[in-house]
């Protein structure tokens, strides 16, 4: 049974290491948590925060 790289979809021999396409690394994809953010998903996040926080406070200023 073949494997297939994640990231390019390259079919693999079942006990590569890696991607010779890509370069993809499956020794470390079992260290990688299930909820990695990237930079945008932070920027995001942070942005709704802000944006509750300052609706709070606005909302005890007024009432």
């Avoid at 995001?44 to 509750?52: A, D, G, K, S």
């Amino acid at each position: 049974m073949s494997k297939y790289c994640p990231k390019c979809g390259n079919k693999l021999k079942d006990k590569s290491r890696f991607c010779v396409k890509c370069g993809y690394d499956f020794i470390n994809d079992d260290d990688k948590s299930r909820f990695s953010f990237n930079t945008k998903d932070m920027i995001i996040i942070i942005l709704v925060i802000l944006i509750v926080v300052s609706g709070a406070y606005l909302t005890f200023l007024l009432f």
